[in-house]
């Protein structure tokens, strides 16, 4: 879906009226307010769930620390990683298997 959109800014998220992106943490966090009130998600729900919810499954889909980071836009090595990234079942499946066959 997305691979089809034409891109118009290298940030993802990008004020609909003006192109660029949001300057303003409180006018985003209305804007994303009212469009998770429209999806019909009650709960609280914030921009960070989805954001850690992408790294998350970014690192058990065997990204590496370069690759997340370009993508979220944080340090190598940053602390703030291990905040976002919280690898699962799938990460230590991977690792495991990597132990079984010696690398290859």
């Known amino acids: ?3 089809d959109t034409e891109r ?9 009226q003006t192109g660029q992106p949001y300057t303003n943490k409180n006018v985003f966090g209305k804007a994303f307010g009212k469009v998770r009130k429209w999806a019909g998600i009650e709960r609280l729900l914030t921009f960070h ?10 690192g058990n ?4 620390m370069a690759e997340i ?3 979220s ?4 090595n ?7 990234v919280k690898p699962g079942r799938e990460a230590a499946i991977r690792a495991l298997n990597k132990l079984e066959t010696n690398g290859e």
Do not use: C, Q
């Open 61 to 64: 889909k065997g990204a590496t």
């Open 49 to 58: 769930d989805l954001r850690t919810t992408a790294l998350t499954n970014l």
């Open 8 to 16: 118009t800014s290298v940030h993802i998220i990008v004020n609909e």
């Open 78 to 84: 940053s602390p703030v990683l291990h905040t976002y």
């Open 73 to 76: 836009g944080h340090k190598l």
């Open 1 to 3: 879906m997305l691979a």
């Open 69 to 71: 980071v370009t993508f």
